[in-house]
């Protein structure tokens, strides 16, 4: 019997949940959860989403993830299947590490996205040492909102949820801190409702939220590439053997990646000749060059403004 198809909209954020097969442990030690998440910044980085909360426990996680215009699925399945070798290498094992594929809602409504970020930032609850201070669990984005923690992976955009409560940040999460705290303790949907609108009344809530388009054409992004490298001819893109132009395909092809939407066999069918290791290669040190290397560290951001203004 086929899969269900998976409802998404890349317009819209989303609640993310992972779970670990019934005999393992997603994560045995601290440094697994560090790892998932340095994993995480590095995956939202490369298609250039945002996470609004998140929390990791032993056997399984919650993201609320604003994918901004991208596919979550690229984005969870490169994710996890790194995630799952790091494991089984650590762990000398083999086979699954996740039970099944990641579960997903779309948050079409305000007061959803709302209930989803206390939701996760709850769960910290049934942990013996966190269930009357679940700000203080690490591995949640709780203690990140409230000022209690540093954002140390560059993951949370905090804006977007305490923006609901108020414009001054202090306020918000004053706020937004009852509101988690409170949420605990409702069971009734009336009751829930009466109390958002106690603490976002006086205020009007004005999305700040960026969707990029992915709907860019591959030529266009392309020759955007080569305007930005000073290079005449975006066909070259195609020649495979000039090492002048190793760097040019590795970022166009991770551009391609990133703001088209193609997966590995439409930039293959693009390119012609390269198979898909090869352009997984591509790709990755495209996104190494343009993150780390100071000659191409603002090609991103140029390249954004450029697809933002046309």
Known sequence: MPRA????????THHIMCRSISEIQLFRTDKDKIKYLQLLAIYCEKFQCQVLSYCLLDTHLHIQLDPRGSDISKLMHGLNLCYALY???KYRRHGHVFQGRFESKVIKEDNYNLTVSAYIHNNAKDLPDFKDCVYRYYFSSYGIYLGYYDDDFGLIDQDFILSYFSKDKKTARIKYAQFVTQYNKITQKEDLITLLKSLTKSYEYRSERFILARDT??????????????????????????????DFRAIATFFLRCLCDYTYKDICRLLGNV?????????????YLIKNHPKYQHLLPALINTIRAA
């Open 5 to 12: 198809s998976r409802k998404r909209n890349p317009e819209t």
């Open 275 to 287: 198979c898909i290791s090869e352009v997984a290669k591509l790709s990755q040190r495209g996104f």
């Open 87 to 89: 494991y089984n290498r």
């Open 217 to 246: 054409s591959p030529q266009e992004v392309v020759a955007a590439v080569s305007k930005l490298l000073n290079l005449d001819n975006p066909h070259l893109l195609k020649i495979k053997y000039n090492h002048t132009l190793t």
